[in-house]
């Protein structure tokens, strides 16, 4: 296979993918109480010590989207933890 039948084989690929994460959680409200989200969370949690990564605080804390381009299959770069404070705050500031 040459490399731009490749690419487009792997354009397809990430389509039908995204076709199937839709089909399963069709909002993403839908998706944050799933299992996998579930789990991912917890690993997210795990790894930031169970501490908001702005202001160390315990309480409350949410995994929060950096970014929704790898919604469903997130890298840890993509993700954050939060307090429920710091989190209102991160969300404001992009409205
Ligand atoms: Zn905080
Ligand atoms: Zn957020």
Do not use: I
């Not at 792997?10 to 069709?26: C, G, I, M, S």
């Not at 840890?76 to 404070?85: G, H, K, N, P, Q």
């Amino acid at each position: 296979m040459n490399k731009a039948s490749r690419r487009q084989a792997e354009r397809l690929a990430e389509k039908r993918e995204r076709e199937v994460f839709r089909r399963r959680y069709p909002t993403y409200q839908a998706y944050l109480k799933s299992e996998h989200w579930q789990s991912r969370r917890r690993v997210m949690l795990k790894l930031a010590d169970n501490k908001c990564r702005k202001c160390g605080s315990a309480e409350n804390l949410h995994v929060h989207h950096k970014n929704y381009e790898r919604v469903g299959r997130e890298t840890a770069a993509d993700l954050e933890v939060l307090c429920e404070r710091c989190h209102k705050t991160e969300h404001w500031e992009w409205v």
